[in-house]
């Protein structure tokens, strides 16, 4: 682990509640929340602010589950649109709700110079300690008033920057004197009960870090915009425990630094060609040059055109659903690659294809030739869990090793009651992590149920030697096509039609199995090369 993935892990930890331990004589953030609610109505029947146009009010149901209103709209249960469990002090907000104020600065005319009243704070002053002079420039009184109409930064505020090439980076106002904001930094400021180092920790969570890096648009200045940050979810703790989280944090980003240093060292001594070797093997693997064809194999085109027959069989008998448009890919007599779509006539793909095969080799979607689908969770998943014999194995990511392949056992089990508000898997499965760091495939080697953080792919029948299937999703290639897949205003994720939809190239079986061994056996040749 790195030490950005240590302090990654650690604030991720914190925003989830596994950092520090809940105590049950806290406040809990129900109340917390309803007393933000009203200091929030208090300060619009002041005027100080305004009343929302459809505020959002966020509350964990009798049943467990988490139901959002907006405006005067009927609640509707959210729970698929967050990210992680959280402890049942906690609550769920949107930043905009319980935020008191969130805005920016602006562009000003003249502008700012070297010499002048008050200073003009923009992204270049904006780190992780806080506000830094260097450099700074200064804006006159005039226009500094005009500029603090809009925007009025206070000591404690946070402060985030909102464009450019350091959006996302957050800290907390450390200066104790008034300043002008540039539009580059959004302002936001918070009530008592939340505390600003808490705030700022949660937004640089590697989850929020990624979705506020994950929103921006623009093809000049790339940026995020006050209405993107506004209806970010927050994990909301008890104040109490904001700050034994807080206090952890700083008790333990010490040791992170003094990891990174070391770290920074041993990278100095080590290369990265072993990780780019590996990568270069599975690319020549996936593109037909890492063993030589075998003129004797049974083509990739029977292959497919027996896993096609049964397929069709398959459906007939009503064991799987006809799709509506099916592709198919083929080999033209003119040598060229052409896809049909449902009925439609083929259209030649030459040019969407990444690389050229072996005559031998054939291009697939891997929807043709695999069942995909996503798992379920049933829910609240606490009142499923059992420790009972009857237990079926709930498969998470916790289930797996580092760098590992398979997936042998699981810690945790769910109540056979369970099954069907789930997806059973087998052993011979593969599971593809399907958000966050999606697109990571395991081989089950037991059989269970799956959350909707998996997607199970399950062949036909024996299309893809099972180690030649793992080796190819592995691949830069593969990883590459779910990157342009992926989606979520929230949390990236792949769905089984767009991995059904993604393309691979189809080798006979017995060349699978010939590139399967090379792989493996080079693998443990690199494994082995000493590291300075």
Known sequence: MTAQQLKNSI????????LVPQDPTDEPASVLLARIREEKEQLIREKKIKRE?????????????????VGKNEPVCIDEELPFEIPETWEWARLGTVAQKITDGTHHSPANDENGDFLYITAKNIKDTGVILNPITYVSKEIHEKIYERC??????????KDGATTGVVTVNNLDQPFSLLSSVALIKLPQDILSWYLVYALRSDLFYKIIRENMKGTGIILITLKQIEPLFIPLPPLAEQQRIVAKIEDLLPFVERYEQTENKLEKLNTTFPDQLKKSILQEAIQGKLVPQDPTDEPASALLERIRAEKDQLTRDGKIKREKNPSQIFRGEDGHFYERIGKNEPVCIDEELPFEIPESWEWCKLGEVCTIARGGSPRPIK??????????????IGDTDKNGKYIYSTAEKIKPSGVSKSRLVHSGDFLLTNSMSF????????????HDGWLVISQLNKTF???????????????????????????????SAKVANSLFPLPPLAEQQRIVDKIEQLDTYINQLPHI
């Open 465 to 495: 030697d099972q180690d030649y299937l793992y080796w190819m999703l592995s691949s830069g290639y593969a990883y590459t096509q779910f990157c342009g897949k992926v989606s979520g205003a929230v949390v990236k994720n792949l769905n």
């Open 11 to 18: 604030l991720l930890m914190a925003v989830q509640g596994k």
């Open 53 to 69: 146009k459809n505020p959002s009010e966020i509350f964990r149901g009798d049943d467990g589950h988490f139901y959002e209103r």
């Open 383 to 396: 009142d499923y869990l059992t420790t009972a014999e009857d237990g079926v194995n709930w498969i998470k």
């Open 439 to 450: 697109g990571r495939p395991y081989i089950l080697k037991t059989d269970g149920c799956i």
């Open 152 to 161: 009025n930064p206070e000591f404690g505020d946070v402060l985030l920057i």
